[in-house]
Structures are given as C-alpha cells and as structure tokens.
C-alpha cells in the first residue's frame, strides 16, 4: 500500500512539472544533422547544373501573363528532380510535392519562386557571362531562386531526407505588377492544398541575411478621365479632362503620410489625347500607394479617392459643360494585402537562429512579395534569400554572381531554414 502512495505521489509530481516534456529542439541543431550535411555535399556538387538551369530557365522569356513556356519547363525540372503529384494548375502555377512522414493530407510547408519577370514581351534574355558575374534581365529576379529550389528538391532525394511535413515546391505566375500576387493568391486561396499550408516561404532575391517577415501592402488605381473634347482653339471655354487630372496629380502630392509606419504614393504612368490642337476627351493615369500598415494604407486610399472626385466637381465648376461634363473612371489595377508575420513564429525563428549560426547578422525587412498574401490570411510567412550577390533589379543590365563560396553560403542557409521548419527527421 505504502509503495502503490509512493508512486501515486511520483506520477503526480511529474504531471505537475514543467520539465515532464523533453525540451524543444534548436532550430540549428540541423545544421549538425547527417542528413542536411549530406544534402549541402550534393549541393556542392551539383552547383554548376543549378547554374546551368539558371541560364536555361532565364532565357525562357517569361513577361508578365505569358509565364506559360517556363511554367512547362519547370514542371518537367520538378520531375526530373524526383517530386511527386507534378502539374500546372489552373492559374498556371508549376506543382511538385516532397512527401513527408507524416498522415497524407496534413499540414504541410509551402515554399515558392515566381516565374514572372517585370520584362515585356520581347525583351532579349540570353544571359552573358563575365567571370563569375551572369547578365540578363530577370535574372535574380526571380530565376535563380527557381534553379535553387530545384537543387534542394534533388538534394533531399539523393540523401534521403525525411520530414515531417510534406514540402510543396512551387514556381508561381504573377508576382511582378499587373500579376497582383494572382499565383500565390489562387494557391492560398482555391487551389487543392490551400487549407494544408500551414507555413509559407517566398525565396526571392539573393541575400541570404534578409527575413522578410513584413508585407508591404498597396492599391495601385487606373483612373480615367473623359470628356466631351473639341478643337483647341474653337471650342476654347469647355471643360478639358486635362485639367482635372492634373489637379488630381497636385492635390495628391499633399496628401500628409506618416514615416513610421512607412507609407508613399507615386504617381506613376499616364497618356491619352487626340492631337496638340485639340482639347482631349479622355486621358488617364496610374497610380501606386503602399504602406507597411493596413489602417495607413486605407486612409491613404480614402483620401486619394478623394482627390479624385474633387478634381472632377473642381473642372466642372471652372468651365463650360455645355457639350458635357467631366467623369472619372475609377479602376482597381492591383491589390496587395499589408501583412506581418511576428518574431515569435518558429518560422521567424528558425531562419534568425541559423542565419545566427552561421556566423552573420539577420535583418528583418518590409517588403512587397508574394509572403504578402499569406501574411495577410493568417498563415506563418517570410522571404529569404536564395544565396550570392546581384544586383540592378528590373533593369536590362540585371546581374547576379555565382562564385561558388557565396552562391553555395546563402543557398545553404535557405535549405537549414526550410528543413528545420519541416520536421527534419
């Protein structure tokens, strides 16, 4: 009886402790792990084919809305690389799954690269090389992290990487622009693994020390404005579409925006009229405002829609209407939702704890990327870095460097943070 107490006694004591659970691992301890060290050898290895895919995937043009080729090229790189469930889904996005231990169905990681470049149709893409320096637009941008999310895919494989949570590999269409985010928004949003994704990376850029856990949101508006028109000279005294949008564009420019949280606006492309002696009927602008706070950015588009309806009741009270008035064509272009993703999330967490362990600084950023839309459904979220050095970004002369201890440096930090947030087993 007396030791049946005594047991009744330890059982409760150690339901009562705190310590009763082994301890949570430290997110770099798999940078120890046999099997990342034996996928950062592959990865050493291979390194000239993930350059060799850098350069075929870059010089598949891929403008905005016309991703399709590169997206049927990637899917079949997702093959060959040894995923499983590979497709193109409906918005264009290239699919490929690293099946993980655990219930089929679960909660999985989601990591993306997008195949959109911000380059029209038409722009040359064949890359030049200079030492160990790789030119061509689009090429940071976002091909390279493309080749190096097809690198760890192999790598994982050949070593024989196990994980918790499946990973879904993804190359997504429309991150640049006018896309507004369409990729990840389809995938978070409709697409079939939409209620699996329970944590999110966007590898975008090259430096390796960035996290961006903060999402820049922005409205971007097209605003045309209309009227009756008429000879310069003979129909002088009517109303001119002109006027108003050039009063919006002055009154826009005082609206007041705090620094912190940073908050801008720009107005940005214009066109539209008949001929230089002629009062124009139609003209029109597009605009862009972004802040790294929700509640900011509304105001902002508030006060904007604002300016707008002023600028028309403003012109229709200076001149004649007589042959008509002015209107103004109010179109929504682009939608990117403000997000954060807290330093307490084990996302945030693993990638701050192995950039630390590898020696260098990280830095917490805001920015505008596809971890946006995550971001702003809730779901654990930030950019990284895909490795090197680039530079000139959205320009012809677009840049990156693939010396082999940099290129190699930052893509190895990527793969640490991406296993360690999928259960490396």
Do not use: C
Request: charged share 25%.
């Amino acid at each position: 009886m007396r030791n049946t107490a005594l047991l009744t006694l330890a059982a409760l004591l150690l339901a009562a402790s705190p310590v009763q659970a082994a301890p949570q691992a430290k997110p770099e301890a798999v940078l120890k792990t046999k099997s990342y060290e034996a996928a950062s050898k592959i990865l050493d290895r291979d390194h000239d084919r993930m350059i060799g895919e850098i350069v075929t995937l870059t010089e598949i043009p891929a403008p905005p809305f016309k991703e399709a080729a590169r997206a049927a090229a990637y899917a079949e790189m997702l093959k060959e690389a040894g995923l499983q469930d590979v497709e193109i889904d409906e918005e264009g996005n290239a699919i490929g799954v690293y099946r993980g231990t655990g219930p089929a169905g679960g909660p999985a990681v989601m990591i993306a690269a997008h195949l959109d470049t911000v380059f029209p149709e038409g722009t040359p893409v064949k890359v030049r090389r200079e030492g160990t320096r790789l030119y061509a637009p689009g090429i940071g941008d976002d091909t390279r992290s493309l080749a190096v999310l097809l690198a760890y895919a192999r790598a994982m494989k050949e070593a024989g990487i196990k994980v918790k949570q499946d990973i879904i590999f993804v190359g997504n269409v429309g991150e640049e622009g006018p896309g507004d985010l369409r990729g990840v928004r389809y995938l978070l949003t409709r697409g079939k693994y939409k209620d699996r994704v329970k944590a999110f990376f966007s590898m975008d850029g090259t430096d390796a020390t960035r996290i961006v856990n903060g999402g820049v949101g922005s409205k971007r508006y097209r605003i045309t404005w209309k009227g009756p028109g008429g000879h310069s000279y003979g129909a002088f005294g009517l109303v001119n579409p002109m006027a108003a949008m050039s009063q919006a564009v002055v009154d826009f420019y005082k609206i007041p925006v705090p620094a912190k949280p940073k908050t801008t606006y720009a107005a940005s492309v214009t066109g539209g009229g008949t001929s230089v002696n002629s009062i124009p009927n139609e003209v029109f602008m597009e605009f862009d405002m972004r802040s790294e706070d929700p509640a900011e950015l509304a105001k902002l588009e508030q006060a904007f829609l604002a300016v707008v309806r002023k600028s028309v009741e403003g012109e229709n009270g200076s001149r004649s209407v007589k042959e008509g008035a002015i209107t103004a064509d109010v179109k929504l272009i682009g939608d990117r939702p403000a997000g954060e993703t807290a330093t307490t999330q084990p996302i945030f967490r693993n990638a701050d704890a192995i950039i630390r362990a590898k020696g260098l600084e990280p830095h917490p950023f805001f920015s505008s990327t596809d971890s946006n839309m995550a971001m702003s459904l809730g779901i654990p979220a930030v950019t990284i870095g895909s490795g090197g050095e680039g530079g000139r970004a959205h320009s012809l002369d677009e840049w990156i460097d693939v010396e082999k201890t940099k290129s190699l440096g930052g893509a190895t930090i990527g793969l640490a943070i991406l296993l360690a947030t999928a259960g490396v087993q």
